[in-house]
């Protein structure tokens, strides 16, 4: 049953990533960013920014949970 229940994630994963990887592929429209900094503006593709933003918050949550564990380092019982 635990194999079952392996198998069974492995292949939700490959899908949820099949589709995320179509999504990402067919959208090619273009998307304007206004950026309030000087008025910059980027064109970038849909598909190109939700990587964009996928692998940000990859990022902010990998330096996240660093940080935490960091701190809880500094206050856990030491051994």
């Known amino acids: ?3 079952l229940y392996r198998i069974f ?5 490959l899908a949820v990533f099949g589709l995320a990887f ?3 592929t067919v959208n090619t429209q273009p998307v304007t ?8 503006q980027w064109q ?3 598909g190109a920014l939700v990587v ?3 692998a940000a918050g990859l990022l902010v949550g990998l330096v ?3 940080g935490l564990r960091g701190v809880r380092g500094l206050f856990g019982p030491r051994s």
């Not at 960013?33 to 910059?40: A, F, R």
Request: glycine share 8%; proline share 4%.
């Open 9 to 13: 994630l492995i292949l939700a994963l």
């Open 52 to 54: 964009l933003l996928l």
């Open 33 to 40: 960013l206004s950026l309030p900094v000087s008025g910059l």
């Open 1 to 3: 049953m635990r194999n």
């Open 64 to 66: 996240t949970g660093l």
């Open 22 to 24: 179509l999504f990402v």
């Open 44 to 46: 970038v593709t849909l």
